[in-house]
Every structure is written in C-alpha cells, then in structure tokens.
C-alpha cells in the first residue's frame, strides 16, 4: 500500500481480480499470494530512563 498508495481495500480488491485471471487461465492463484499475518512489535517501557 506504501508503493503504490492504494488503500486496503483498493489492493484487496486487485489482488482478487488478479486470483480470479489466474484460475481463468488455470493456474493456482494460491502459488502466487501468500497470506501473511502481520508481526507484533516489540514494546520496551523504561520506568527509570536509559542511563
């Protein structure tokens, strides 16, 4: 979404049209789009400060 500045539902709705020309053509969407779960971040909380 940062390199094209679509929205998320702007890219969803592409990634979905690009799976439906794939099974069109018979191929297997699913060895192109990888679903992926986004990383937590790592919070650190320093009640004193760093010294």
Do not use: W
């Amino acid at each position: 979404m940062a390199i094209t500045g679509e929205s998320r539902e702007e890219l969803l709705q592409r990634i979905e049209q690009c799976r439906q020309e794939l099974i069109e053509a018979g191929e297997n969407p699913d060895e192109y789009f990888k679903p992926v779960e986004p990383q937590r971040a790592a919070v650190y909380y320093f009640p004193n400060g760093l010294h």
